[in-house]
């Protein structure tokens, strides 16, 4: 049942009680608490500045319409809380030796230009900073930008903010001081002259929880470029309350709110041609939870949802889709969107219904595309850097996917969350506490015992 | 106890079990289930923890319906709290009656954790009834 | 009680929670009436409290304005009352004095349409709360040992695997499995999607090692007969049904089998073959050890009756038999194996906390109407059995009316899944990809047969099954039509299929040799009872409720339980496992602590008071009060008092309480409640 008792594994040295987890989205931040509730110190490695994850983006979730801010936020307090946790956030993994029980990996904190033991967090130098810049954390939407030293979003954890450095225009024009001079902390709490610093830890075991990113519109030729044309993540962060729009719904081209809304499953999914092959498993609920949240939103308003199969098999999700076509008039085509044109101030869709055969054509105000799922932006390299193996796709290998699925080609390297496939919370969060039960098998064995 | 605009507002005071009805209850929020906001929620361990003289005290005080909400038949997380408050409660109504109070003000139902849709149709129905039995008589003595 | 005397120094923190409270409830005037209430010192809101900024200003307020009690207004307790305990704990306050007004779920949400009415309930809501936390003791949890041993119900892959992963670990396991042997549904499979591994490969190591762990107890042929206690003190009550073989002396050499003169259809192979009264379902079944069925051995039904009854069977010889009289395999075993007289018994195991795997069954075929019984018509676990190499017909696809090949076969997904008029409304979640599978195993087996599938929807959402459903339909030419059979029925030979393609609009009919129904995976019959046993809550359908859909999924409302596997929802291996391990590591988490904490807000007797009626010993549940045989009055164990309450108000002379849920704090919240139209009118 376990590769850690074949005897080529078995090597007669101290383990190194303390885990590694790369990624702190929800699958990580659970991996993580389990780990460190059971007694030993976990070291949370996040890319960006903040924990959280996709999971904190999203409006309300299904089935149950739980605001992820509210069940979300608790559990990154937890971690930030934890005596047994340390966060590093905005840093990456650089490399990693060593073998199950001994890994030594080393970290590349990224610079924050500041000081983040002295920063107390308090946001005046945000409020103060010249530069504006699209929020990576609303995915670029223009109603609500980011200046460019920020957090990414309120309830982040960490709460201190970092430079960017593409925009700062301490960088970009080598004389602004002004988050530097309004610090209320003083001298050197701001530091342009900070760079990246690579620190070496010690580990016994590795979780990999390095999540998704969804695949680019870009990616699709046959849709052409408009602003009103979004994904599914930019849709989740209008519809959000605390979202760029403050939860009212309006279209990125000019802000007016949508009468028509046109959501389009299996984009780049389910299309070897184009796109990947598998199904992204997510999208067929989020559709249908977005067209229901848009109803709440737009009492008279119509949404068309354009699907192949509909796939809601989680508890609960059958009959949310139900819920959605019965109360609240959602229309679901059975068919391929072929093609989406503007015509003036409006989008056209045409596509066909495979169930009456007929040729649809819609007008509408904005087009939401359920993207492909795909391992997040970087994934490969770390993967390499971990020496496991990866599919085609770049999602991790598990070594079994029917017996082992969070087993990774390397013993005491376990996949947990939307790095090893497409899934949806429930799964992950499921996943995230089985993947702790195989860390805490590796950080509990005795004395050579491996 | 007329309302500005005139309709009658019951006053409605409800003792919720912690473990189902008023999980069912944040159940029927998070779906947004709407239902009247006459009703004031006290939360209880258990329904066996709710003391006719609770009920008694509110009715006194001025409210015109007393629900208590508690776990399925069988279902109780205290394993037989919400048998004990039935018998309770059945009791406490034929005394409710010898005073002169009609003992349709108090309601004991089972509402489980799950039932967010039953709990919010229970109150709808609830505040229905109370409206249709108008001001509580002890209330009504008192204010004239 | 300390500090109860209604001199707190009071701070109020009430969260925006973006819009989901402040789109409809005042928050100004919330705060402003609020800050006028006797009592409060501070009065503050916050667009998140929960977050780390909205936590860092409920903790300079508390320094700050020196506040010795605390009311946060938000959403539901459970979501966030430990969040802000914590909070006033760091800066020194008991945890206690600090209380939840719940203005989310129990106001802003349900009364979205009338903002006046939810803020005016909002504020009474507060001020109700204010007038309880008042009167709130400090209290300090009550310490309490911990047994360091899991129970883990079910013996199916989910249940192993959870087994395994905590005895791995170092912590002694307790697994009772309800049939005699390991292996549950998986152990039926020919194979397994979309690798088609055999699960033999899986499940046999496991059982093995099941079988064979030093620090796993195994009761197969057991059923869990009552619990009592609770997290960390457990009592199980297990009955271990009489088998009539002693496992001790059993060789399992197998010579009991055939002079056994009773046959039946066997359950392993789902009435495909028959097995003997004395029976074991497979070769490698563990344990390694065949059980006499009391249900069809004659020997036994009739000392079970007494004489009574005709227990005289046919043998296959046409010989006539008395079954007091049959002794075969006790005659025929050479170890002195064999003993009726075996009863069930009934032992206790202490466990500090509990796995529910009891996985699931397939929907009865009688709730569908139009599905006749037929031989011929068999469900997609017979199917299985008819490609497993070592099925009863050794992976040949006969059909079990008369044994031919099948060359036309239809099978039909979501027969009771997706049906809320017959079955069950939900999707069964792997019927899609075991569909798929077998269409191809049957290609393979059949390689001039035909095979058809009728559809909703295909649900190939796992990783590496589009592909495999795609190369079902272009490689094996399978016919996948969308819709659904309308009606099946004999025609001599043939079953007839009738059915419309929703894609074409056409009719068609199908003359198959087989059907195969893919049934709904529905909860395992004895769900139910068991829940109830352990306290834990099941849904309309019988599945066990988790104790949060999206963040909480492996977990109970009863601390201490966990559920692992499809007794929660239908689910595929991968996922079962991933439960299954992640159940785990919530018992290896709380078994890494020393010991347990208690909640002290429970009940405590003024002795003063106390006349020793034994009122509260007689309703409490728990056995938690006690009469103090020298003293005559009652006593509370602290350990296992649960808090209900029912013993205080049972109490006729009022000597017993519950902490922080005194008479007075209830009053207290319903004069705010009752008086607050009077006070108007």
């Given at each position: 049942m376990d590769n850690l008792r074949s005897p080529e594994n078995r090597v007669a040295v101290p383990v190194t009680r303390r885990a590694l987890v790369i990624g702190g989205g929800i699958t990580g931040i659970q991996a993580s608490l389990d780990i460190a509730d059971a007694g030993y110190e976990v070291l949370l490695v996040e890319k960006t500045p903040s924990i959280g994850g996709h999971m904190l983006q999203y409006s309300e979730v299904f089935p149950t319409l739980d605001c992820p801010q509210c069940i979300g936020t608790p559990k990154m307090v937890e971690v930030g809380q934890h005596p047994n946790i340390k966060i590093m956030a905005y840093s990456e993994v650089d490399s990693v030796s060593g073998e199950v029980g001994k890994f030594t990996v080393t970290i590349r904190k990224k610079a924050k230009y500041v000081d983040w033991d002295r920063c107390n967090g308090c946001g005046v130098c945000q409020q103060k900073c010249l530069t504006t810049v699209p929020a990576e954390y609303n995915c670029g939407l223009p109603f609500n930008k980011r200046k460019a030293i920020?957090?990414?979003?309120?309830?982040?954890?960490?709460?201190?903010?970092?430079?960017d450095r593409d925009h700062c225009g301490h960088f970009t024009t080598g004389i602004c001081q002004v988050c530097s001079k309004t610090c209320p902390l003083g001298d050197g709490v701001i530091d342009y002259s900070q760079e990246d610093t690579l620190v070496e830890e010690n580990v016994g075991a590795?979780?990999?929880?390095?999540?998704?990113?969804?695949?680019?519109?870009?990616?699709?030729?046959?849709?052409?470029?408009?602003?009103?044309?979004?994904?599914?993540?930019?849709?989740?962060?209008?519809?959000?309350?605390?979202?760029?729009?403050?939860?009212?719904?309006?279209?990125?081209?000019?802000?007016?709110?949508?009468?028509?809304?046109?959501?389009?499953?299996?984009?780049?999914?389910?299309?070897?041609?184009?796109?990947?092959?598998?199904?992204?498993?997510?999208?067929?609920?989020?559709?249908?939870?977005?067209?229901?949240?848009?109803?709440?939103?737009?009492?008279?308003?119509?949404?068309?949802?354009?699907?192949?199969?509909?796939?809601?098999?989680?508890?609960?999700?059958?009959?949310?889709?139900?819920?959605?076509?019965?109360?609240?008039?959602?229309?679901?085509?059975?068919?391929?969107?072929?093609?989406?044109?503007?015509?003036g101030d409006r989008l056209r869709v045409q596509g066909a219904d495979t169930l009456s055969g007929k040729r649809v054509d819609i007008s509408c105000d904005l087009v939401v595309l359920g993207m492909a799922m795909m391992p997040s932006a970087g994934f490969k390299e770390l993967a390499r850097k971990l020496g496991i193996a990866t599919d085609e796709y770049g999602f991790i290998t598990e070594l079994h996917s029917k017996f082992r699925p969070m087993e990774t080609s390397i013993p005491g390297i376990y996949v947990a969350g939307t790095a090893q496939g497409p899934r949806d919370i429930p799964d992950s969060v499921a996943m995230g506490s089985g993947v702790a039960s195989k860390v805490l098998r590796v950080l509990s064995l005795e004395e050579g015992g491996l | 106890m007329a309302d500005l605009d005139g309709e009658f507002e019951p006053v409605l005071v409800g003792f919720f079990c912690n473990w189902c009805t008023a999980t069912a209850a944040d159940l029927a929020g998070t779906t947004r289930l709407q239902y009247p906001p006459n009703i004031r929620p006290i939360r209880t361990m258990c329904s066996s923890s709710v003391d006719p003289v609770y009920i008694l005290k509110a009715l006194l005080r001025g409210a015109d319906g007393v629900f208590i909400g508690g776990c399925v038949p069988g279902d109780c997380h205290y394993v037989s709290g919400n048998f004990k408050e039935r018998r309770r409660i059945a009791a406490f109504k034929t005394i409710l009656d010898t005073l002169g109070l009609e003992h349709e003000r108090i309601w004991l139902r089972w509402i489980s954790a799950a039932e967010g849709q039953k709990f919010a149709a229970t109150m709808r129905e609830f505040t229905a009834k109370m409206k249709e039995l108008g001001p509580s008589p002890f209330k009504k003595g008192w204010s004239i | 009680m300390s500090s109860g005397n209604g001199t707190k120094r009071i701070g109020i923190f009430v969260c925006h929670c973006g819009l989901n409270i402040a789109g409809v409830v005042d928050m100004e005037k919330v705060v402003t009436e609020i800050r006028k209430y006797p009592g409060v010192v501070y009065a503050a809101d916050y667009q998140y409290m929960c977050s780390d900024p909205g936590q860092n200003l409920m903790r300079e307020a508390i320094s700050e304005h020196r506040l010795d009690a605390i009311v946060n207004?938000?959403?539901?307790?459970?979501?966030?009352?430990?969040?802000?305990?914590?909070?006033?704990?760091?800066?020194?306050?008991?945890?206690?004095?600090?209380?939840?007004?719940?203005?989310?779920?129990?106001?802003?949400?349900?009364?979205?349409?009338?903002?006046?009415?939810?803020?005016?309930?909002?504020?009474?809501?507060?001020?109700?709360?204010?007038?309880?936390?008042?009167?709130?003791?400090?209290?300090?949890?009550?310490?309490?040992?911990?047994?360091?041993?899991?129970?883990?119900?079910?013996?199916?892959?989910?249940?192993?695997?959870?087994?395994?992963?905590?005895?791995?670990?170092?912590?002694?396991?307790?697994?009772?499995?309800?049939?005699?042997?390991?292996?549950?549904?998986?152990?039926?499979?020919?194979?397994?999607?979309?690798?088609?591994?055999?699960?033999?490969?899986?499940?046999?190591?496991?059982?093995?090692?099941?079988?064979?762990?030093?620090?796993?107890?195994?009761?197969?042929?057991?059923?869990?007969?009552?619990?009592?206690?609770?997290?960390?003190?457990?009592?199980?009550?297990?009955?271990?049904?009489?088998?009539?073989?002693?496992?001790?002396?059993?060789?399992?050499?197998?010579?009991?089998?055939?002079?056994?003169?009773?046959?039946?259809?066997?359950?392993?192979?789902?009435?495909?073959a028959t097995r003997k009264a004395i029976h074991i379902p497979f070769a490698q079944a563990v344990p390694q050890r065949p059980v006499i069925d009391n249900e069809s051995c004659i020997h036994l039904i009739r000392v079970k009756s007494q004489g009574k009854g005709d227990s005289r069977l046919q043998t296959p010889d046409s010989r006539l038999l008395d079954g007091s009289e049959c002794?075969?395999?006790?005659?025929?075993?050479?170890?002195?194996?064999?003993?009726?007289?075996?009863?069930?018994?009934?032992?206790?195991?202490?466990?500090?906390?509990?796995?529910?795997?009891t996985g699931h069954d397939?929907?009865?075929?009688?709730?569908?109407?139009?599905?006749?019984?037929?031989?011929?018509?068999?469900?997609?676990?017979?199917f299985e059995r008819l490609l497993c190499p070592t099925g009863p017909t050794r992976g040949a696809v006969k059909r079990p009316s008369d044994g031919k090949i099948a060359k036309e076969v239809v099978w039909i997904s979501c027969a009771g899944s997706r049906d809320t008029e017959r079955g069950v409304p939900y999707c069964s979640r792997v019927c899609c990809l075991y569909v798929a599978k077998q269409t191809l195993l049957y290609k393979r087996a059949v390689p001039d047969g035909q095979a058809y599938v009728f559809y909703m929807d295909i649900r190939s959402d796992v990783m590496g099954t589009e592909e495999f459903v795609q190369g079902m339909v272009e490689k094996s030419r399978t016919m996948y039509l969308r819709g659904q059979a309308s009606k099946i029925f004999r025609d001599g030979e043939k079953i007839k299929v009738w059915a419309t393609d929703t894609l074409t609009g056409k009719d068609i009919e199908i003359a198959a040799d087989m059907v195969v129904l893919a049934l709904a995976m529905v909860p395992s019959t004895?769900?139910?009872?068991?829940?109830?046993?352990?306290?834990?809550?099941?849904?309309?359908?019988?599945?066990?409720?988790?104790?949060?859909?999206?963040?909480?999924?492996?977990?109970?409302?009863?601390?201490?339980?966990?559920?692992?596997?499809?007794?929660?929802?239908?689910?595929?291996?991968?996922?079962?496992?991933?439960?299954?391990?992640?159940?785990?590591?919530?018992?290896?988490?709380?078994?890494?602590?020393?010991?347990?904490?208690?909640?002290?807000?429970?009940?405590?007797?003024?002795?003063?008071v106390c006349v020793g009626c034994e009122q509260c010993v007689s309703v409490c549940a728990y056995k938690a009060t006690t009469l103090d045989p020298d003293k005559k009055v009652a006593r509370v164990n602290e350990a296992v008092c649960e808090g209900c309450g029912a013993c205080v108000v049972a109490c006729p002379s009022k000597a017993m309480k519950h902490k922080n849920w005194t008479p007075r704090q209830f009053f207290d919240m319903v004069d705010v409640f009752a008086q607050e139209y009077v006070g108007e009118g």
């Open positions: 920020y957090t990414p979003f309120a309830q982040a954890v960490p709460n201190k903010p970092v430079i590795i979780v990999v929880a390095a999540g998704f990113d969804l695949m680019a519109k870009g990616a699709i030729s046959e849709f052409v470029e408009d602003p009103d044309i979004i994904d599914g993540l930019e849709f989740e962060r209008i519809l959000c309350p605390s979202g760029p729009t403050a939860g009212a719904v309006m279209r990125p081209s000019d802000g007016i709110e949508p009468r028509e809304v046109v959501f389009i499953s299996c984009v780049g999914s389910r299309d070897p041609e184009l796109g990947v092959p598998y199904c992204s498993r997510v999208c067929c609920m989020y559709l249908a939870k977005q067209a229901l949240l848009y109803k709440h939103a737009v009492h008279d308003g119509q949404a068309y949802i354009f699907y192949m199969d509909q796939r809601t098999t989680g508890k609960g999700y059958e009959e949310f889709v139900r819920r959605a076509v019965e109360e609240y008039d959602v229309m679901y085509l059975r068919g391929r969107a072929s093609k989406i044109f503007r015509d | - | 207004a938000n959403c539901s307790p459970s979501l966030h009352e430990k969040t802000f305990r914590n909070v006033a704990a760091s800066e020194g306050l008991n945890p206690y004095n600090l209380e939840i007004a719940n203005i989310r779920e129990h106001c802003s949400w349900p009364h979205a349409n009338d903002p006046e009415m939810a803020t005016r309930k909002a504020i009474a809501i507060i001020k109700a709360t204010i007038d309880r936390l008042k009167l709130n003791a400090a209290l300090e949890p009550a310490v309490i040992p911990l047994k360091k041993r899991a129970l883990v119900i079910g013996g199916g892959i989910a249940g192993m695997q959870s087994a395994l992963t905590i005895a791995n670990t170092g912590y002694e396991v307790v697994l009772v499995e309800s049939s005699p042997w390991l292996g549950g549904h998986v152990s039926q499979l020919s194979s397994t999607f979309p690798t088609l591994d055999h699960p033999a490969c899986l499940i046999e190591p496991m059982m093995a090692e099941v079988a064979s762990h030093p620090r796993i107890t195994l009761y197969a042929y057991a059923e869990i007969e009552e619990v009592s206690g609770y997290v960390g003190n457990f009592v199980v009550r297990i009955r271990k049904k009489a088998s009539f073989v002693d496992t001790a002396k059993c060789d399992n050499c197998g010579l009991c089998f055939d002079p056994c003169p009773v046959s039946v259809p066997s359950e392993f192979e789902r009435g495909l002794r075969a395999c006790k005659e025929a075993c050479p170890a002195g194996a064999i003993d009726y007289s075996q009863q069930d018994r009934l032992v206790e195991e202490e466990v500090g906390a509990v796995i529910v795997a397939l929907i009865s075929r009688d709730v569908l109407g139009e599905y006749l019984s037929d031989p011929d018509i068999i469900d997609g676990l017979q004895t769900a139910r009872v068991l829940a109830r046993k352990l306290n834990i809550i099941c849904d309309q359908h019988g599945f066990m409720t988790e104790a949060h859909l999206k963040l909480r999924p492996v977990d109970t409302l009863t601390s201490g339980i966990y559920l692992a596997g499809t007794a929660q929802w239908p689910k595929d291996i991968p996922d079962t496992l991933a439960s299954a391990s992640g159940a785990a590591s919530r018992i290896l988490s709380l078994f890494s602590r020393a010991v347990l904490l208690h909640e002290p807000a429970i009940a405590f007797v003024n002795e003063r």
